[in-house]
């Protein structure tokens, strides 16, 4: 059975948004891509638990994650995804894009596609985002897309979110 049967798939000019594949966990894991629970998986192993977890998740309509794949050459450049549940109409969005493709602009191109599934096909009233405080980027990636901020937590990370209005 695929892991992701029916997971929806997205796109933008130079991207498309797709499920995992079984047989790319060693490559996403390569790349820094797999993470789960806010961290990145330090084996292969816990890079396979992950992707489990997120067929999981997606079955019971607690997640989406996507890889995102260049049109151009097939090239896996980052991982994106609506992560913790919708509870209360509000969902989290995150990323992770490969080191090798950073400040290429990939995510101000894939955050409208975001927030399009989240407010438009989820239906969501709030969308969330949490990043490192030291993450100059995608502090401002955020607040370019209408993000604001929320709070400063205690683990470290700063809280962002927007309404469909914003």
Known sequence: ????????????????LRP???EEVDRTHELGLAYWG????????FARQSVEKMADEFRNDRGYHW?????????????VGFYRGFADAQGEVGYVVG?????LGIMTELMPVLL??????????????????ENAPSVA???RFGFIH????????????????A
């Open 116 to 133: 399009a599934f989240g407010f438009g096909e989820k239906k969501l009233a709030r969308i969330i985002a949490v990043t490192r405080g």
């Open 38 to 45: 806010g961290k990145p998986a330090t084996s292969i192993e």
């Open 150 to 165: 929320e709070c400063d937590r205690d683990d470290g990370y700063r809280q962002f979110a927007r309404t469909p209005l």
């Open 1 to 16: 059975m695929e892991l992701f049967h029916g997971h929806p798939l997205l796109e933008s000019t130079r991207f498309r």
């Open 20 to 22: 995992i594949r079984s």
């Open 141 to 143: 990636l955020l607040k």
């Open 67 to 79: 890889l995102v794949e260049s049109k151009v050459d097939g090239s896996i450049v980052a991982a």
């Open 99 to 103: 080191s090798p493709f950073r400040g």
